[in-house]
């Protein structure tokens, strides 16, 4: 930013008498706290995201069992589904041992068939060059190490086709564009990672819209 003093702007871009609930604002605590749909339409389609709690939730593994309950309970509703989103970073030499554990209790609490909708979506990604970085190294060990364990695994692997690359400061930009007066360098680079993230996302649709829809009823008989 120009100028010599650093300072750091809050902004609230809801009321408080409309905060979602289901969201903890709480730095230490896991944010999604239940499942929610949202319906968007693009094109000729609708579609509908499912935004779920994450795996290792700081309130413990019996938490974790209970969001996935809950989770495949909520889903079941949905007949079936095209996608499992899974969402890493760019550039983590080592995974956090969480990132396991959720992939191995995706596979054991959705039929097996349902490895081929995962799909790999990178936050930040201007810090991979909108690639994976070193994360790609990572996740490779991973499923090499669960394909040896899981034979119907052998033809799932992690690349280009199956991930994508996003980064929000874009819309940190459009929030923050009447308050702080940016330099012409800073705007490019808010123009590539909007530009970026929109062929991304318009990636992904396409991608996912290939994808055979998995049939939730054979994952909720599992229970």
């Known amino acids: ?11 609230r871009i809801r ?12 730095l230490l605590e896991s944010q999604t706290r239940g499942c ?7 094109q000729d389609i609708s579609i509908t995201l499912i935004d ?6 700081t309130d413990g593994v019996d ?12 889903i079941s509703s ?11 970073r760019p550039n983590e030499r080592r995974l956090d041992p969480k990132l396991r554990y959720c992939f191995l209790e995706i596979l054991s609490q959705f039929n097996i068939s349902a490895a081929h909708n995962i799909i790999f979506l990178f936050t930040h990604a201007r810090d991979g060059q909108y690639g994976p970085g070193s994360t790609k190294t990572a996740v490779d060990m991973m499923i090499k190490e669960i394909q040896a364990d899981k034979a119907k695994l052998a033809g799932f692997k992690f ?38 993230s929109r062929s991304e996302c ?16 054979v994952t909720v008989a599992i229970f």
Do not use: C
């Open 1 to 11: 930013m120009p100028g010599d003093e650093l300072e750091v702007l809050s902004l």
């Open 15 to 26: 009321s408080e008498n409309n905060i979602d609930k289901n969201e903890s604002l709480h």
């Open 36 to 42: 929610k749909s949202y319906t968007y339409n693009f």
């Open 52 to 57: 779920t709690p994450g795996i290792a939730d």
């Open 63 to 74: 938490q974790d069992k209970v969001n996935l309950e809950r989770t495949i309970e909520f």
């Open 78 to 88: 949905f007949g079936s589904i095209n996608a499992i989103a899974i969402l890493l």
């Open 159 to 196: 690349s280009r086709k199956n991930s994508f690359y996003f980064d929000n400061e874009a819309f940190d930009y459009i929030l923050t564009k009447d308050e702080i007066e940016f330099e012409g360098w800073q705007k490019d680079f808010y123009n590539l990672s909007w530009n970026k």
């Open 202 to 217: 318009e990636r992904l649709i396409d991608h996912v819209r290939t994808l055979p829809a998995h049939d939730v009823g």
